[in-house]
């Protein structure tokens, strides 16, 4: 089955600086890629899903980009300010969010954005 | 308004006994799901739920029974609960991408 590594486990970045996390996969039938944040104590909130035909995706804040030769997702947080901090999930599915699309998730990066 | 409604939010249960937890959207969306959040595991997917049947199937216990009573329902079952049941419990649900609910924290002592 689906295997999802997230690296790191724990990041801190001080105000300004950029934070990067990586998700690698190793199904090649994984067709859609998500990006979840999780404060504590709270749900999880959807950032971005991105498909196979995105390579580079721009939110509020941040950048996906997607490697699919590389089977890697990345989420690059530009200036990253307190409010970011929380825990980033990946999550991959080769079926999408719809019925029979279940997700596989990366373990999970605790993120600390120093003031 | 919340979307997605779980109950209890927090739920202390002694070992062997039974407890429901309960799930609600009112996003109108078809399909439903059950993730568990341990802090030994990842977030583990359990089941989904099309139009009120069973997609797909993760949990190799059947303590764990998901119901669904109406389309916008899904409540989990679990019996003769243990310790290491001890998780937080998140519903979601999706037309395309998957939104969560708020969670059921469940402490088995």
């Known amino acids: 089955g689906e295997q999802v590594e997230q690296r790191p486990p724990h990041l801190s970045v001080r105000e300004g600086d950029s934070a990067f996390i990586t998700c690698t996969y190793t199904d090649p039938n994984s067709y859609y890629f998500f990006w979840y944040k999780q404060e504590p104590g709270a749900s999880l909130q959807l950032l971005m899903k991105v498909f196979s035909s995105t390579e580079i995706n721009e939110g509020q804040g941040f950048t996906v980009l997607l490697n699919k030769k590389d089977k890697r997702l990345s989420l690059n947080l530009t200036a990253a300010h307190p409010g970011d901090s929380a825990a980033y999930f990946c999550?991959?599915?080769?079926?999408?969010?719809?019925?029979?699309?279940?997700?596989?998730f990366g373990a999970g990066t605790q993120l600390i954005v120093i003031p | 308004d919340p979307k997605i409604i779980q109950k209890p939010k927090y739920l202390v249960a002694v070992t062997g006994s039974e407890k429901i937890l309960i799930c609600e959207q009112y996003?109108?969306?078809?399909?439903m799901y059950w993730y568990r959040q341990s802090a030994k595991k990842p977030l583990e997917f359990m089941f989904s739920?099309?139009?009120?049947?069973?997609?797909d199937n993760q949990t190799a216990s059947s303590r764990f029974q998901p119901q669904s009573s109406k389309k916008n329902h899904l409540d989990l079952q679990i019996t003769a609960l243990k310790p290491d049941d001890s998780a937080t419990y998140f519903c979601?649900?999706?037309?395309?991408?998957?939104?969560f609910g708020p969670g059921t924290r469940l402490t088995v002592l």
């Open positions: 979601a649900s999706s037309q395309d991408e998957q939104y």
């Open positions: 739920y099309s139009y009120q049947k069973l997609m």
């Open positions: 999550a991959v599915s080769a079926l999408g969010g719809s019925a029979l699309g279940r997700l596989h």
């Open positions: 996003l109108g969306h078809n399909a």
